[in-house]
């Protein structure tokens, strides 16, 4: 088949990436769960009005949950610090001037892997990034009347490369050997004024890169495909960024897919949203007791119903006007009843003949029954218990279930542990993918291995302010081991700024302390504590990080760096005659 015929339908595993991807916009971007409603309540379907209100009255409850578990993910990837062995000088060179924006941020390939990818591994984890290349001089205008940039004439250049996150809705072929991808419109050509547009494509091979352009024919258009540029790198210049695949059968064919990294998580985060949903309905319905009111007829002498099914007062009831016209009765509203209905919800009509029941009982002309509470509380409390399990498989109320025994937590928090570091290490996987492919583009190496510590710190900056909260009353080792932590988690665990912390916990007598450990500090200490020691305290961090401004800060000894340091010290406070602390 040409390739006109091969893109016609995506292929038959994109119908999984479609469901995934539409479930995590539940989650992540609180879009309301259409898909949802109308599996979990068919008959629905039938009715407009149920669905609609479902939609209307949707409320993102989950959202900020995975949120909070995502942010878990970007917050430990961001404060790790990691080593990149056989970056060649080239690449060094051409990843320091690499700028990528996304939504008018500006971000350096780490950053954009770390801060952007990673949220789109859960979004959307079938996407693929991609490192396309770029003529550096002439650009590719998607328009039947420009030439394609000519790669012969930039032979002895590097070519630039741009570094694209291509969702899964565009794509219409994806093996590991190759990608075919809708990378726009393109106009084929122009009818009347009027501009003729289709897709065009591009196919990745870590030979070559391929663009399929529309062109017009007598009867609407084709594709011809050209060669756009000779990669011929050692690896396929793209990458499928998710990490946690799901082999399944579909009729006859098995296809593989990835699913977000809390896939446990979201099917319980779906039932709570349809829980949720019911629960609204339900509440709506049975707000109001339901009003059974006798139907007695209108009391006005002239009222009658018009039978005439031509006039525009068919199926009310009418007064005659002396003058021979109708007009809608005034008494009843046109009802023919007593009164007319003042509930907003409406009123059940019982008629006189009912107004005794089979046992010759008299029923009253008016009655409210109030509707069974039952339902709605089964409901609310189903809704609430489901969110909490989901809550607890994004890990986010493990430190405050003061309930769960010792082992329970324990295993949670290896569970927490497993998960963060398995989406940590993938994230890296990428960056470390890419920057090959880079460097394959660069005509270096494709050798360069992204080397992670042995182990991370994969709690976030409030579970750590948190526990050091609960620690005060501990040992000043422990809650100074606390404090490390925060520090590198706020700022970035490099080595610039390890190597500060460290040189604040030799030189810092307060180090981890809180302002009530202090005074209880110099009450017992008393001279021994100065107002030196509680600048070095207070300012110590600060003037570490402007020194760290200066040019070499890296290469000074750690007497230099001490030298530095007192001086600025010495600046604020003078070395003689040290007071005690007021």
Not at 21 to 36: E, V
Not at 208 to 237: M, R, W
Not at 557 to 576: G, H, R, T, W
Request: glycine residues 4%; charged residues 25%.
């Amino acid at each position: 088949m040409g390739f006109k015929e091969d893109i016609k339908h995506r292929p038959l595993v994109s119908q999984k990436w479609d469901e995934v991807r539409d479930i995590m916009s539940y989650h992540l971007a609180g879009t309301p769960p259409r898909r949802i409603f109308e599996t979990r309540r068919p008959l629905e379907s039938t009715n407009n009005y149920a669905l609609e209100y479902r939609l209307t009255n949707f409320q993102p409850i989950t959202k900020m949950p995975f949120k909070t578990a995502v942010d878990s993910i970007i917050e430990t990837a961001s404060h790790i610090f990691v080593k990149e062995e056989n970056v060649e000088d080239r690449t060094k060179d051409y990843l320091l001037n690499l700028e990528i924006k996304v939504a008018g941020k500006t971000y350096d390939l780490k950053e954009y892997i770390i801060n952007f990818v990673a949220k789109q591994v859960e979004a959307d984890p079938n996407a693929v990034l991609v490192e396309l290349p770029i003529h550096p001089t002439e650009m590719l205008i998607p328009d039947y009347r420009v030439e394609l940039p000519n790669f012969k004439n930039i032979q002895n250049q590097f070519v630039d490369i741009d570094i694209e996150l291509i969702s899964s809705s565009r794509i219409y072929k994806l093996t590991e050997d190759e990608l075919w991808y809708d990378a726009g419109d393109w106009v084929y050509s122009e009818l009347e004024g009027v501009k003729q547009i289709k897709p065009y494509y591009f196919l990745l091979t870590k030979e070559s890169t391929k663009i399929a352009i529309p062109k017009k024919v007598a009867d609407g258009h084709t594709y011809e495909v050209l060669d756009y540029y000779f990669n011929d790198l050692p690896i396929v210049p793209f990458d499928v960024i998710g990490n946690n695949q799901v082999i399944e059968e579909i009729g006859k064919e098995t296809i593989s897919y990835h699913e977000s990294t809390y896939a446990g998580a979201v099917a319980i985060g779906n039932e709570v949203l349809g829980v949720k949903s019911d629960s609204q309905i339900v509440d709506t319905r049975f707000t109001y007791p339901e009003k059974y009111m006798q139907m007695e007829r209108c009391g006005h002498p002239g009222c009658k119903e018009m039978k005439d099914s031509s006039s525009p007062f068919a199926g009310l009831f009418i007064n005659y006007n002396s003058d021979g016209t109708c007009s809608t009765c005034s008494t009843c509203r046109g009802t023919g009843k007593v009164a007319p209905d003042t509930s907003p919800l409406g009123t059940h009509w019982i008629s006189k003949s009912d107004l005794f029941d089979e046992d010759n009982k008299f029923v009253p002309p008016t009655v409210y029954i109030t509707p069974p509470l039952e339902s709605p509380e089964y409901l609310d409390k189903k809704w609430r218990l489901d969110f909490d399990d989901m809550q607890k498989a994004l890990f986010l109320m493990d430190q405050n279930m003061t309930n769960q025994s010792g082992d329970s937590k324990g295993f949670d928090l290896k569970q927490k542990v497993t998960v963060i570091t398995n989406a940590v290490k993938n994230v890296f996987s990428i960056y470390e993918r890419s920057l090959n492919v880079i460097q394959g583009f660069l005509r270096g190496e494709a050798d360069i291995v992204v080397v992670l510590p042995p182990d991370f710190n994969i709690k976030t900056s409030q579970e750590i302010t948190e526990e050091l909260s609960a620690a005060s009353n501990t040992s000043s080792l422990y809650t100074a081991e606390l404090t490390t932590e925060l520090l590198l988690k706020k700022f970035g665990n490099n080595q610039e700024n390890r190597d500060m912390i460290l040189f604040l916990e030799l030189n810092d007598k307060l180090y981890g302390m809180t302002i009530d450990e202090i005074v209880k500090m110099k009450a017992i200490y008393g001279p021994a504590l100065t107002i030196r020691d509680q600048v070095i305290h207070d300012k110590g961090l600060a003037i570490l990080r402007r020194l760290s401004q200066r040019e070499g800060f890296d290469m000074l000894s750690e007497e230099q760096l001490q030298l530095l340091f007192d001086a600025e010290i010495d600046k604020i406070v003078p070395i003689v005659n040290p007071s005690p602390i007021a």
